[in-house]
């Protein structure tokens, strides 16, 4: 990763972004939704919800087909097909689609939680009289997780390095963060990273049966925050060598300049109560940018609306920024998308994209009362304008696996 402040031919600059969403399948029909605050909470349609204690979630409305520019070829099930979809969308912001085509210089990273788990749903619901088994662990346990990053290389007939992160719900920023290191290092010319998940009932009511999701409405950092809601939908993110992009006339939306990791190692599912390995992502993601916590301007936050989330998460911002941490915005967008797990990452890092450019930071929706064990500037219930030129996204998963990006302003 280049340094913010260093001039650099290998700086990572991202050239194109496109995403499907429960609130939007273009950027502007995304971008209008954060700013006016058009959920996509609805009851569940993708399956049945009867005898089930929630039935509220974050589904994409917009048919598949009609969120591409051009048809895409059927492969795999809805997650790969949410992927292409932000995938063709991205290439053409990026004017890269022919650019692209058969390379070997280029690189696929896609990050998802779940992967196809709707096909062997699909599958399953075909024989309900059976009862679940050993050998539908064994499937559902060894289903392919590439299918996604394998289909992107195919339709673009890319010969170069396809990865796949299931890195939970912090899969999708750990894409951004390998690709642009790829790119950096100067082992790709492009690369595409990709964060999906497509709504499944397994994802459902496991959340559902952990008592982490609301029955109605997500507020995040907001007191008696009720829990989560699931969404899906998939983003994508074209990033190359400022200098590569420069040679062929693209323009640089923003910059990948720093990348963190970090692991709690301390529970299956929750998080580490100090939020410390939350903080050392962050941090660690500053410094790779060459930058001083106290050049961040905004934070796009994790904020699930879960009670113990939202709390850790403060406290490591806080752990970040000391004193600043009650005045620097730091807001969620999961209001309104739901928790898109996989693909959650992505498209918040093209949120911050869509800020920079745009001077206004999205606001945490749904907000009602302030919570004192998230003692920060949440943003609450609208946009707020101001000059950005760095900013900080995280996201956090089960296995306390915590990823940061810092992404910074084109000039």
């Known amino acids: 990763m280049s340094p913010a402040g260093r001039a650099s031919a290998q700086r990572p600059c991202i050239t194109g972004v496109g995403l499907v969403t429960p609130i939007g399948a273009t950027l502007d029909a995304f971008w209008t939704s954060l700013i006016t605050g058009s959920a996509g909470a609805a009851p569940v349609r993708s399956f049945d919800t009867s005898g089930l204690s929630r039935t509220i979630g974050c589904e994409v409305a917009t048919p598949i087909e009609e969120a591409a520019a051009s048809p895409i070829p059927r492969r795999g099930g809805r997650c790969t097909a949410l992927a292409l979809a932000a995938v063709e969308r991205a290439l053409a912001d990026a004017q890269a689609l022919s650019y692209i085509a058969g390379r070997t210089d280029a690189a696929v990273v896609v990050g998802t939680t779940m992967g196809e788990v709707t096909q062997f749903e699909q599958d399953r619901a075909r024989h309900p009289e059976r009862e679940a088994d050993a050998a539908d662990v064994s499937t559902l346990a060894n289903r392919p997780l590439d299918l996604m990053a394998r289909s992107i290389a195919a339709v673009h007939r890319l010969e170069g390095r396809v990865v796949t992160v299931p890195a939970a719900c912090a899969a999708g920023s750990y894409a951004i963060g390998m690709a642009a290191s790829l790119v950096a290092r100067g082992e790709v010319r492009i690369a595409i990273a990709v964060g999906c998940e497509a709504f499944s009932r397994l994802a459902f009511v496991g959340f559902a049966r952990m008592h982490a999701m609301s029955?109605?409405?997500?507020?995040?950092?907001?007191?008696?925050?009720?829990?989560?809601?699931?969404?899906?939908?998939?983003?994508?993110?074209?990033?190359?060598?400022?200098?590569?992009?420069?040679?062929r006339g693209a323009r640089a939306a923003a910059f990948v300049d720093g990348f963190g990791l970090s692991c709690d190692a301390h529970h299956v599912t929750g998080p580490h109560p100090t939020g410390a390995g939350a903080a050392r992502a962050t941090r660690d993601a500053i410094r790779r940018a060459g930058l001083d916590p106290s050049q961040i301007d905004y934070v796009n936050a994790h904020g699930t609306g879960t009670a113990l989330n939202d709390k850790t998460e403060s406290l490591a911002m806080h752990e970040v920024f000391g004193a600043r941490a009650t005045t620097i915005p730091i807001s969620s967008i999961k209001a309104l998308t739901g928790h898109m797990m996989g693909a959650a990452g992505a498209v918040e890092a093209i949120a911050c994209v869509l800020a920079l450019q745009r001077s206004v930071i999205p606001p945490t929706w749904n907000h009602i009362e302030s919570d004192p064990d998230c003692a920060i500037d949440c943003v609450p219930n609208a946009p707020r304008e101001a000059k950005l030129t760095h900013v900080v996204s995280n996201s956090y998963a089960f296995g306390g696996n915590n990823a940061s990006l810092v992404l910074s302003a084109a000039s």
């Open 215 to 247: 029955a109605d409405v997500c507020r995040p950092f907001s007191r008696g925050r009720p829990g989560l809601l699931l969404g899906e939908g998939a983003g994508a993110v074209i990033v190359e060598p400022e200098s590569a992009a420069r040679a």
